[in-house]
C-alpha cells in the first residue's frame, strides 16, 4: 500500500522537473529570438548607411581606394561594361567609363 505512495510523489517530483526545465528552454528561446532580432536591425540600418555613404563616391577608383584604406570586405569583378563591387548585403555598380551606374543590365 505505501508503494503507490512513494511512486506517486516520485511521478509528481519528474512532472514537475520536466515541466521547470521546459519552461526554462522556451525562456531561452524568447530570449535568442529577441537578441537575433536586435542584431538583425542593427545590421540592416548600418548595412543601409554603409550604402548611402558609399554610393556617394562617383568613380570605381576612389571606391576601390576607400574600402581598401579601411578593410571593408568586398569582391569586385567585371561583366560586360559593367564593373560590380559586392559587399555582403548590396552591390555598387559602375558603367563602362568608371562612373557610377544606378542599374545593371544582364
Known amino acids: 500500500m505505501k508503494w503507490w505512495r512513494f511512486l506517486f510523489f516520485v ?18 528561446n524568447a530570449v ?21 555613404m558609399l554610393n556617394s563616391f562617383k568613380t570605381k577608383n576612389e571606391l576601390l581606394e576607400f574600402v581598401n584604406k579601411h ?4 569582391s569586385s569583378m567585371q561583366k560586360g561594361d559593367h564593373f560590380i ?16 551606374s544606378n542599374e545593371y543590365k544582364r
Open 85 to 100: 563591387i559586392s559587399f555582403s548585403s548590396f552591390d555598387i555598380f559602375f558603367n563602362s567609363n568608371g562612373d557610377l
Open 32 to 52: 535568442t529570438n529577441s537578441y537575433t532580432d536586435v542584431v538583425l536591425n542593427e545590421y540592416q540600418s548600418d548595412a543601409q548607411i554603409l550604402k548611402n
Open 11 to 28: 511521478c509528481l517530483f519528474l512532472l514537475i522537473v520536466t515541466n521547470i526545465g521546459w519552461f526554462y528552454i522556451a525562456l531561452d
Open 71 to 74: 578593410d571593408i570586405p568586398h
